[in-house]
């Protein structure tokens, strides 16, 4: 809890002070839209269903929004990717849900920008497999709301006239509010109780909620990067090549990990 | 930053190596992870009477290197045989294994075709895995084979449920299971007051003791449809699993009378796993108890204890579905 007090103690300060600064220099503001599709790759180990790592490939895409000046910028990002399949084991299929969000206040500071994000990721796991259905355990999910750290840095590049710019950015989470099934069933903790238990399952939503615990880095940890390049291709229009490389990682009696990279292409329209 | 940059990929690559697992063949290790999953999960341990360390100790002194996958899926399934439960099973693409007949020591003698060609001579429908019809001028009798459903056989009986139906026959028998959520909000349909109709016991961690308090379930009265008519269930050995929580729940009810024989029982839900060469594994890892709180894993006593026999059978008496009509003629 100490930990928890402390980490909640600096990211206020950094928001707070990234929010205080960010005022300077509104009508330099530029704003930034975007779409991305590419492909990822990642590997899942939920130990609720499977002593085997799989290896999931899907479709991702997403919507990105930027606000900056020459001292603060937020992004927030929208993304999405389904469908994925195992390839490592005929006994059980995962299938896997992941919507994400992810809000940043970032702060310039000498040369990178500096701030904290809010993400909520959401990893539902529906497994299927030819040898069996599923009893008391047919479903896994994974849903948290993290705040963290987040550093970037932008390089400005000119070739021959032509402006690329390489970025770069790194986010670590602090501070989550998790949930995840009780023990062996599908079921949240809030749920296995007599006013709220029904064998119909009516009810589980709220049961979802009010399950959720608020879980520093020792329980969960949530820690991404990625690398891009961006051309600008007229004074409004540019395209990007982005590489995401992340981690979410679950600490629990049942862990569980996912570590995904995708290679996405997005094109950007900035005013 | 572009060192900064370079550490966190470099631990970011460092997370990636745990995650290198494949479909390897290690009869020890599959083993310990067989006997460590079901030890963590499953409920019955105390309820069977099985020590499953000596179970490991027995077993795993079999295994070596060169043990073959069939030796060891024999070893695995004669494992879970030691606890006697019909839901627990193992998997392999090839095979499945380890489903305890619980009907063993029981004379189970059930005929379907006879009900249909003798009782309910004067017609029956059937609507999925329902067969109903009236047998014996005014009780109406539904026979459900398997407990998927439910909504259905609420539209049947409470269309067939008129005042001139003075009961209504309940036929599980050799009812394998299914699915039995729906039995406490049909119920509402049978009681004048919120009635406790039995509980749920779910494990909560991985040690023996964790195990949730009992977490009991209502039938809630129907304010829209309310039946008052008595109600026999019959039940065999062969009712097993979803058919014998039903059973149970029925037996809560005041108008409710169970005949027949010890339902096959199964009060466990089961999960599965997967192992590190790809086999599932299946063990129970909840209970249900009924309203006086017992388990039903060993199976729901009926207030008639009536045996069918083949000779019986073959005369055309069903002696168990006789009872329940004098019971609701009486």
Known sequence: MKNCTIITLTLAFILSFSTLQGQDNLNDTRHTIGVELGYAFANVQESRFSKLTKKIRSLKFGINYSKENITTKQVLAVHYMGLGSSQSSKGLLFNLIRPEVNYAYLRKYKMNWVGGFFNSTTLLNMPKSSLVGFGNNPISYTIAQSLGIRLERDYDISIKGKNIQVSGWSQFSLLSHLIRPAYGHPYPEAFLNEDAFSPTQAGLASSLVKSGKVVSVNKYMSFKISLSISYQITDHVSAKLIYNSYVDKVRSIQPAQFWGQDVLVGVYYRN | ?330
């Open chain 2, 1 to 330: 930053m572009k060192y900064l940059i370079i550490l966190l990929t470099v631990i970011n690559v460092g997370c990636v190596k745990d995650l290198s697992t494949g479909l390897d063949f290690d009869p020890p290790t599959l083993y310990d992870e067989f006997w460590e999953y079901v030890d963590e999960n499953y409920i019955y341990f105390d309820e069977k009477q099985v020590d499953w360390d000596s179970v490991y100790i027995a077993n795993a002194q079999k295994l070596i290197a060169s043990t073959t996958e069939e030796q060891l899926f024999d070893i695995m399934v004669e494992s879970l045989m030691s606890l006697k439960d019909g839901h627990n099973a193992l998997r392999s693409p090839s095979k499945v294994g380890a489903f305890y007949d619980f009907r063993n020591g029981y004379n189970v003698q059930f005929s379907a075709e006879l009900i249909d060609s003798a009782y309910l001579s004067a017609g029956f429908e059937i609507d999925g895995n329902y067969t109903h019809g009236v047998v014996a001028d005014s009780i109406y009798y539904i026979r459900i084979d398997r407990m998927q459903q439910l909504h259905l056989f609420m539209d049947i009986y409470r269309e067939n449920l008129d005042s001139n139906i003075k009961g209504l026959v309940i036929d599980v028998r050799s009812n394998g299971g299914g699915d039995s959520n729906l039995v406490p909000t049909l119920l509402g349909d049978f009681v004048d007051s919120r009635t406790h109709v039995g509980s749920y016991i779910e494990k909560s961690g991985p040690n023996r003791a964790d195990e949730t308090d009992p977490i009991r379930v209502f039938a809630e009265p129907n304010s829209q449809v309310h039946f008052d008519q008595e109600i026999v269930v019959l039940t065999n050995r062969g009712s097993y699993s979803a058919s014998s929580y039903m059973a149970a729940m029925f037996k809560a009810i005041p108008s409710v009378t169970l005949v027949g024989q010890v339902t096959g029982g199964g009060g466990g839900g089961n999960s599965n796993f997967e192992l590190s060469n790809g086999w599932i594994v299946s063990v129970s890892v909840s209970d249900f108890l009924d309203a006086a709180g017992r388990s039903i894993e060993h199976g729901v006593e009926p207030d008639y204890e009536i045996n069918n026999t083949s000779e019986r059978l073959g005369l055309g008496i069903d002696d168990m579905l006789d009872k329940a009509i004098e019971l609701l003629n009486d």
